[in-house]
């Protein structure tokens, strides 16, 4: 099972209306896709899922996943296949940040909230392994935001943390 995101469908996610509207009307390209990695298990416990970010801005927000707490509180693991990414973390209180890139690997710990942001030029590529009972709530970060947001800064970007409004 594969979905996919397009522009349109993250407005919500970028502080930038006017950069929004600029990069939209550029086209309405997909942002990043997520394939379920299927094995014979039926009823396992773990599953995986492949995520790729694109590379891209608006106005110097990064591309992005929308984000989701785990209904169910479950840890994860996310392993870097390829491209430069960080993951953004936060229990409501605190935040974290964790830089993803090939070969190295992102623990998510139960009861924090968790997005991905493509931070390079190329192409991010991660594998998830989760638990297959945790489900998703995107109404948690949609109502309270991940804490921060991640700009470019020059050749490389940045923590924003004072920028609290971008769910
Ligand atoms: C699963 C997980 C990832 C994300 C994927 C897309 O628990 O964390 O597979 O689902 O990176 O991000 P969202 O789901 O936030 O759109
Ligand atoms: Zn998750």
Redesign the pocket.
């Known amino acids: 099972v594969a979905s996919s995101?397009r522009l349109s469908q993250l407005e919500h996610l970028f502080c930038d209306r006017a950069a929004f509207g600029a990069r939209l009307a550029d086209g309405d390209e997909v942002v990043?896709r997520?394939e379920d990695v299927d094995g014979p298990g039926r009823d396992a416990q773990l599953?995986r899922?492949v995520?790729t970010?694109e590379p891209g801005d608006v106005g110097g927000e990064f591309f992005m996943?929308?984000?989701?707490m785990?209904a169910v509180r479950r840890d994860?693991v996310?392993v870097g296949l390829s491209g430069e990414g960080v993951v953004l973390m936060t229990d409501g209180e605190r935040g974290a940040a964790q830089e993803l890139s090939a070969g190295a690997s992102v623990h998510?710990p139960a009861g924090w909230a968790?997005?991905?942001v493509n931070v390079g030029a190329t192409r991010l590529r991660?594998l998830?392994v989760?638990h297959r009972d945790?489900g998703?709530d995107?109404e948690w970060?949609r109502r309270r935001g991940m804490g921060a947001v991640v700009v470019a800064d020059g050749e490389t970007y940045r923590i924003d943390a004072s920028r609290k409004t971008a769910a």
Do not use: K, L
């Not at 996943?65 to 989701?68: F, K, L, M, N």
């Open positions: 995101w990043y997520v599953g899922a995520t970010i996943t929308r984000g989701h785990h994860e996310y998510i968790h997005r991905t991660f998830a989760y945790a998703a995107y970060v």
